[in-house]
């Protein structure tokens, strides 16, 4: 089979289209004919060697953690799902023909392959921050680079829950974060300013690592009121630098239940082909995505 590998740590130059030895499910996994993997932030980050302090891996290495597919081998132990269900889940080395997940949910009716390959990461990561920042209905939430897939899932499940948001992002995605229930400001210049006058900040997320940690810490007036994703010297302000992976099994249960009634929906804004894996990691580091990248088998 085909997979996206490195063997070493650096830049997009370093991914390739390599054979690979098929996978099989462990038990308590299943295995899947990947149809779309999910592109995230966390895949290049492992690919720079950035969390090799805290979660090292041994090289070469697969890419991915997220997918959508066909099950076609169900390890021992696992209940409910048989080969040829359609499903969406977390795993490991994605980027390939053939993956193993290890959590995974029923594709919601409606949703294609490439939708479903964008939300498991992203809603367990929306619901966790949200969790750990805390705040709750009536209250308001600042969102620091929310047009991206967590933005877009954070700011959808805090108007299901009656949080107020307010969401800054460039523009050009202005409009897009209206169209999700936010308020919105711009980066640049006068950015907290701008916000302060949409209202008080409860609660604050760093999605982007853009270097506005204390600011969000001044907005707020409490460095325990800001969760970051993406600024690795968060903790240095105070702020919990959130990083470790919650319920996932739950976390796609819910995304399921969002979407089949109509309260979650993450666009694809670009498709790739495995052999683009460069190209989809050059352009998510960029940011400004609006909803999700995905990577298309």
Request: glycine share 14%; no cysteine.
């Amino acid at each position: 089979m085909k997979r996206v590998s490195f063997a070493e740590f650096g830049g997009p130059d370093v991914l390739h289209l390599v054979d690979s030895e098929e996978p099989h499910a462990s038990p308590g996994q299943i295995r899947v004919a990947v149809r779309a993997a999910g592109v995230n932030p966390v895949d290049w980050r492992i690919r720079e060697g950035q969390f090799q302090k805290v979660r090292p891996i041994e090289l070469p290495a697969g890419v991915g953690q997220d997918a959508a597919g066909v099950v076609d081998e169900v390890g021992a132990g696992v209940d409910g799902v048989e080969v040829g269900d359609h499903v969406f889940g977390r795993g490991s080395s994605t980027y390939a023909e053939v993956a193993v997940l290890s959590a995974w949910a029923r594709i919601p009716e409606g949703l294609t392959f490439e939708e479903a390959a964008g939300y498991p990461s992203v809603v367990e990561t929306a619901l966790r921050i949200l969790r750990e920042a805390g705040v709750r209905s009536g209250q308001t939430l600042l969102v620091s680079g929310a047009s991206g897939g967590v933005g877009s899932a954070v700011l959808q499940i805090a108007r299901e829950r009656g949080i107020t948001v307010i969401g800054t992002a460039g523009a050009a995605n202005q409009d897009y974060l209206r169209s999700l229930g936010a308020l919105a400001a711009t980066y640049g210049d006068g950015w907290a300013e701008r916000v302060r006058r949409l209202g008080r900040v409860d609660a604050a997320l760093d999605l982007a690592g853009s270097g506005v940690i204390r600011e969000l810490v001044e907005l707020t007036g409490d460095p325990h009121k800001v969760v970051s994703i993406a600024d690795l010297g968060a903790p240095e302000f105070g702020v919990r630098f959130s990083g470790v992976t919650g319920d996932v099994p739950q976390a796609l249960a819910d995304a399921a239940d969002l979407i089949s009634r109509g309260k979650l929906h993450i666009p694809v804004e670009k498709s790739y082909t495995l052999a683009e894996a460069p190209t989809a990691h050059i352009d998510s580091q960029a940011g400004h995505t609006r909803g999700r990248r995905v990577i298309v088998v």
